[in-house]
């Protein structure tokens, strides 16, 4: 390890310290990194057990086919029908509109497909054990122009395990590995290819411990979708009393903590001012795209905005006369998840200070006094 990565490494140490000793908050990040670590730990030991179990399962199914190499025992037929129906909904975007029979090995298969699917389709069949002949009787189509062929989803195929978008326990353990593997050799290597190893590796072990693409990672793309938040909640008062509320967003500061103001364009559109990362004010805007009174709000962020935003909130009339709130959100802040996660060490955590600021928003509501702890007080500023 060179001087200058010893230098980074006590700097970094030494941040923490002060941020973590801090005489006015330290304590309650103290408190707050420990609830992380106790968290951590839960979901360290289930995803252990998930792995291992993954692993074993794989590990026996390796060795089934191994076996299998050497056996050439013949496949029933309604084990050979159910091997091909286990594969369609790979690569076929209607597998139900697929007849399979079988007999003696000869695989028979009927009904209307997609030209693009046709060459997938024969090719996986053929690679399953025990199919002899295909006989490809398949009604093709340019498009979906019947009724059968309409709606479904495209299917990716059979792909490789690290270019799947979900990677399975098994194979996230060994990219796990890998990564850090690299990330360590390359602090180790004195040259120019060490600092690129390290960070080729430490993306690679990212990748795998989040189970998120690189585009969410580190924020890339146009999408808005990095981190999803989601929470209901009940407010005792009337429908069109809480939407009314919630319908004029300048009122977010007088319940939001680290909303700092939202300040109307025009119709429809609005300026956020956020706390950020070590209380550093961030801005953007936001445009409504859905509107229905006393039902729901729908908005997102404008384009070129630093922080990529879209919410929605639905409104929902009770019998006993209260209202029932869902609030759905996504953002993609600056450096994607791997920003969400720093900004998450440094306090500003959207997922947990959703559920302080809808308490009181919910108070504030049903009793009509205003939080002292929000952003801005009623009557300071308004």
């Not at 996986?124 to 398949?138: F, P, T, Y």
């Not at 693409?213 to 009393?241: C, F, H, M, S, Y």
């Not at 209380?279 to 006393?294: A, C, D, L, R």
Request: net charge positive; aromatic share 6%.
């Amino acid at each position: 390890m060179n001087d200058r990565m010893r230098l980074l490494i006590a700097g970094g140490i030494g941040a923490g310290l002060m941020y973590l000793l801090d005489p006015d908050r330290g304590r309650r990040r103290r408190a707050l990194l420990r609830d992380k670590v106790v968290h951590a730990w839960h979901e360290a030991n289930d995803a252990i057990d998930k792995t291992s179990r993954d692993v074993a399962n794989r590990t026996r199914g390796l060795i089934a086919e191994t076996e299998a190499l050497f056996n050439h025992e013949e496949v029933s037929d309604d084990v050979l029908v159910a091997r091909v129906r286990s594969k369609l909904g790979r690569v076929v975007s209607h597998p139900h509109a697929i007849n399979v029979r079988a007999e003696n090995g000869r695989v028979t298969l009927e009904g209307p497909i997609l030209e693009r699917e046709v060459e997938a389709l024969i090719d996986q069949v053929a690679s399953i054990r025990g199919v002899k002949e295909i006989d490809n009787r398949l009604e093709v189509h340019d498009k979906p122009d019947i009724p059968a062929l309409q709606g479904g989803r495209r299917r990716a195929g059979q792909r490789f395990a690290l270019l799947q978008e979900n990677w399975s326990p098994a194979t996230r353990l060994f990219a796990t590995v890998a990564g850090g593997a690299a990330a360590l050799y390359g602090l180790r290597r004195d040259d120019a290819y060490g600092p690129a190893l390290s960070l080729v590796g430490l993306g690679l072990a990212a990748r795998a411990l989040t189970n998120k693409d690189l585009a969410r990672l580190l924020g890339l793309g146009n999408g808005r979708r990095g981190i999803d938040v989601q929470k209901t909640i009940n407010v005792a008062a009337p429908v069109e009393k809480v939407f009314e509320f919630w319908e004029h967003p300048e009122n977010f500061p007088h319940f939001m903590k680290h909303v700092r103001e939202v300040k109307r364009i025009r119709d429809g559109r609005y300026r956020w001012t956020v706390d950020g990362p070590a209380g550093v004010p961030v801005e953007w805007e936001t445009v409504v795209t859905k509107y229905e009174p006393n039902k729901l709000i729908a908005w997102k962020s404008v384009p070129g905005s630093v922080i990529r935003h879209a919410g929605m909130i639905h409104f929902r009339s009770n019998p006993d006369g209260t209202t029932s709130i869902d609030v759905k959100m996504s953002y993609n802040p600056p450096a994607g998840l791997i920003g969400h996660a720093i900004a998450e060490i440094l306090g500003v955590d959207p997922k947990s200070e959703m559920d302080d600021d809808l308490l009181r928003m919910k108070t504030f509501i049903e009793t009509g006094k205003p939080p002292h702890d929000a952003a801005r007080a009623i009557g300071k500023g308004c």
